[in-house]
């Protein structure tokens, strides 16, 4: 009985987790890779992205009074992003956010970065569909929520003013 139950258990979370697609990494019609699904920093530090990545993440240099507000409140908000591995924004604006929410120790746990695709038949979408009703027409895409609620987006990139005070959250 025992052994019957622990063998139901594995074959469950085996088909859970073969139903589901995991990221992916993907060649175009033009032998670039590319990207799929839920990724980790990890992910765009491997392969062709590490090259984009790396430099765009170690040039930036942060704003240390800024990383010192957000320091003492982003951690109350939950992040989603959608980028493409594809697009000249999000190689540059992607890497310059993992920079500044590293520097604001931002728990991981509380961040979702979702790929999506570039071809004609899934333009702007994921393999698991996480984009359906966010409204993703721009990548890189940065949703801020607070108790599971959309506070704040960026959308491709920020516009801070040095005639107004800094205001990531209204």
């Known amino acids: 009985m025992k052994r019957t139950v622990i063998l139901s258990a594995f074959l469950l979370s085996l088909c859970l987790g073969f139903s589901q697609s995991a990221n992916k990494l993907v060649i175009d019609k033009k032998g670039h890779e590319m990207l799929l699904g839920s990724i980790s920093k ?5 392969n062709s992205f590490k090259t984009w990545f790396s430099k765009n993440h170690n040039t930036y240099l942060t704003n240390k009074s800024i990383i010192k507000q957000l320091k003492d409140s982003l951690n109350q908000y939950s992040i989603k992003v959608f980028l493409g591995t594809w697009c000249g924004d999000s190689r540059r604006e992607v890497p310059r956010f993992y920079k500044v929410i590293e520097a604001a120790k931002f728990p991981e746990s509380q961040l979702q970065v979702i790929a999506v695709n570039r071809t004609s038949e899934a333009y702007k979408q994921s393999p698991n569909g996480e984009e359906k009703g966010l409204n993703i ?3 890189p895409t940065f949703i801020f929520y607070k108790n599971g609620k959309e506070i704040n987006r960026i959308v491709e990139y920020s516009k801070l003013y040095s005639s107004k005070p800094f205001k990531l959250f209204t």
């Open 42 to 46: 990890t992910d765009l530090t491997t």
């Open 137 to 139: 027409h721009r990548v």
